[in-house]
C-alpha cells in the first residue's frame, strides 16, 4: 500500500473496530439475558465467556455492562454501529450521563446524550471527559452551579480519605516513593516546586547556564530544597520535640579533621560533607560522650525533661527501649523510671523513651515492668 492507501485503511479499520465493539456488546447483552452458560454450569453469562475467549472476568463483564448501558443510550449505540464514535468516547458518555443529577426531565439527558455525541466528532475521550464535567451548564444552566458544588465537595471528600505516600529506601543512598494527594495540596506543591525549579532562581543560585524548563530532575532537587528550607519550628511538636533531625558526629570530624559518617537519629548515615554543610545552617548543640560513647551531660531541668534531653535520649535509646518495639525516638514519650511524685529525678540514669502504647502500659497497674541489663524493659500481666 501507499502512504495514501495505508492511512486511509487505517482510518476505515479503526472504524470497523467501533463497529464491531457494538456488535459484541448488543450480542453479549442477549447471550446475558438468555442465560448462556447456564448449562454447563457457569455463574454468569461474563465468567462463561471469559472462560471461553481466556478475556479476563473484568474485560469479560466490562463487555456486557457495556451492551446493557448502550440499550439504554440509543444515540451512543447508533453513532458506535455507524462507527463514528470510539468504544472509549461512548464510555465516557455514559459516565458522564449517569453522573448527572438524579430527577432530570428525560429530554435534558436526550439534550445531554445528543450533545455529547455531537462534540464526539471533534474531541477524543479525554477531552469529552472535560467536557461531561460542564454538562449541566449546556442542558440546565440554573441547575449547574449547585450541582457542581457538590460534586466538587463529594470529590474532595473521597481525595482526603485516599491521601497517601509511601517511601522506600533501596540500601544505596536513595529513597523512592509515591504519593496521592488532593488536587488542592498538590496545586500548591506544585507551585512551590516550580518557584524553586524555576529558571531565574537556578540562575540566582546556581549561576547562568540553566535557564531551560524545570524537568524531573530539577523538580526532585526542588523538592528537596523545599524540605530543608521548612523551619521545624513551624512543624506540630513530637513528643515535646521539634520535629528536627538529629546528626551524632565527632567534633574533629566537624571541624574537618576526620572523615568518619554522621549517623542520623532515624537510623541513616550521611558523609561527613553533608553533616558539616547541615551544620553551616543548623543550630548545634554539643553532646558530651565519655570514652564508651557514654553520655555525659546536655543539660539539666527539675521537672520536665529539657529539649536537651530529649534529644540525647533519642541518641541513646535509639527508639522505645521495649523489647521488640520498632517505633521511632521521634515518635516516643520520655519516661521517668522511677516516677517524679516518688522523688525520681529529671535526669538521664532515670530516663528512658517509650512509644505511647508501652508509655501508657508503665503506668498501667495491671502490668509489671522489669528493666534488663541491656537497657531494654519488658511488661508482663500482673496475675
Not at 529513597?175 to 506544585?190: C, D, I, N, S
Not at 547562568?208 to 523538592?223: C, D, K, L, N
Request: hydrophobic share 40%; aromatic share 4%; net charge neutral.
Amino acid at each position: 500500500m501507499s502512504a495514501s492507501e495505508a492511512a486511509s485503511t487505517l482510518v476505515e479499520l479503526t472504524r470497523l473496530e467501533a463497529q464491531v465493539v457494538e456488535l459484541k456488546t448488543r450480542v453479549a447483552t442477549h447471550a446475558d439475558e438468555v442465560q448462556v452458560g447456564t448449562d454447563v454450569g457457569a455463574t454468569s453469562t461474563s465468567n462463561w465467556y471469559a472462560h471461553q475467549t481466556r478475556e479476563t472476568r473484568s474485560a469479560a463483564y466490562r463487555i456486557v455492562r457495556r451492551g446493557y448501558d448502550l440499550g439504554i443510550y440509543d444515540r451512543v449505540r447508533s453513532a458506535l454501529a455507524r462507527g463514528d464514535l470510539r468504544p472509549e468516547q461512548a464510555d465516557v458518555i455514559i459516565r458522564a450521563i449517569k453522573a448527572l443529577p438524579a430527577g432530570l426531565d428525560p429530554e435534558l439527558l436526550i439534550k445531554a446524550e445528543e450533545h455529547l455525541v455531537t462534540a464526539a466528532e471533534e474531541h477524543d475521550a479525554k477531552r469529552l471527559t472535560i467536557l461531561g464535567r460542564r454538562l449541566l451548564e449546556v442542558i440546565a444552566p440554573d441547575l449547574a452551579d449547585q450541582h457542581e458544588s457538590d460534586l466538587l465537595e463529594r470529590e474532595e471528600a473521597k481525595a482526603a480519605q485516599a491521601c497517601r505516600l509511601t517511601m522506600s529506601d533501596d540500601g544505596h543512598g536513595k529513597v523512592h516513593g509515591r504519593f496521592t494527594l488532593p488536587a488542592l495540596q498538590a496545586a500548591e506543591l506544585k507551585k512551590m516546586l516550580l518557584a524553586l525549579a524555576a529558571p531565574k532562581h537556578l540562575a540566582a543560585t546556581h549561576g547562568p547556564g540553566v535557564e531551560r524548563r524545570p524537568g524531573p530532575e530539577r523538580m526532585g532537587r526542588a523538592f528537596a530544597e523545599l524540605i530543608e528550607r521548612i523551619s521545624a519550628k513551624e512543624l506540630p511538636q513530637v513528643g515535646g520535640r521539634d520535629a528536627t533531625i538529629v546528626v551524632t558526629i565527632d567534633h574533629d570530624t566537624l571541624l574537618g579533621r576526620l572523615h568518619k559518617a554522621g549517623i542520623l537519629d532515624t537510623g541513616e548515615r550521611i558523609s561527613p560533607a553533608a553533616a558539616r554543610r547541615l551544620a553551616c545552617t543548623a543550630k548545634i548543640i554539643p553532646v558530651v560522650l565519655g570514652a564508651d560513647s557514654e553520655i555525659l551531660d546536655v543539660g539539666r531541668a527539675r521537672r520536665f525533661f529539657t529539649k536537651a534531653q530529649l534529644t540525647a535520649m533519642s541518641i541513646r535509646d535509639g527508639g522505645c527501649v521495649t523489647e521488640g518495639c520498632d517505633w521511632p525516638p521521634w515518635m516516643c514519650h520520655a519516661h521517668h523510671w522511677t516516677r517524679w511524685t516518688d522523688g525520681g529525678p529529671s535526669d538521664l540514669d532515670n530516663s528512658g523513651l517509650l512509644c505511647p502504647r508501652h508509655h501508657a502500659r508503665a503506668h498501667d497497674p495491671t502490668f509489671e515492668m522489669a528493666k534488663h541489663h541491656n537497657g531494654k524493659v519488658t511488661f508482663t500481666r500482673r496475675q
